[in-house]
Nanobody, 116 residues
Framework: QAQLVESGGGTVQPGGSLRLSCAASGLTLRWYSIGWFRQAPGKEREGVSCISVSDNSTYYSDSVKGRFTISRDNARNLAYLQMNSLKPEDSATYYC?????????WGPGTQVFVSS
């Protein structure tokens, strides 16, 4: 069964860093475009970053540009979101999404808390 599972969330102080991982199983990750989304309590889910299949081009939302970096390791079926200079407003549940034609997969999410 194809699935994505996130890990690496936790509690960090403002200005700190975390690296989220998205582990794929039952699928070939290099065929999928990968996106990271987040949802804070009481707010809508928002797109944070994505990386393409063809040329690994990347996109970042304005709120994380310059602080977050998305990457993928196709050989290990993993994708990452490196998050630096974290702010309290980055606190949310972070989700990994994989898209391949009509297939649209979501992980269960990992929680990030940024607080002093």
């Amino acid at each position: 069964q194809a699935q994505l599972v996130e890990s690496g969330g936790g509690t960090v102080q403002p200005g700190g860093s975390l690296r989220l991982s998205c582990a794929a199983s039952g699928l070939t990750l290099r065929w999928y475009s990968i996106g990271w989304f987040r949802q804070a309590p009481g707010k809508e889910r928002e797109g944070v970053s994505c990386i393409s299949v063809s040329d690994n081009s990347t996109y970042y939302s304005d709120s994380v540009k310059g602080r977050f970096t998305i990457s993928r390791d196709n050989a290990r079926n993993l994708a990452y979101l490196q998050m630096n200079s974290l702010k309290p407003e980055d606190s949310a549940t972070y989700y990994c999404n994989g898209q391949f034609y009509s297939r649209d997969l979501w992980g269960p999410g990992t929680q990030v808390f940024v607080s002093s």
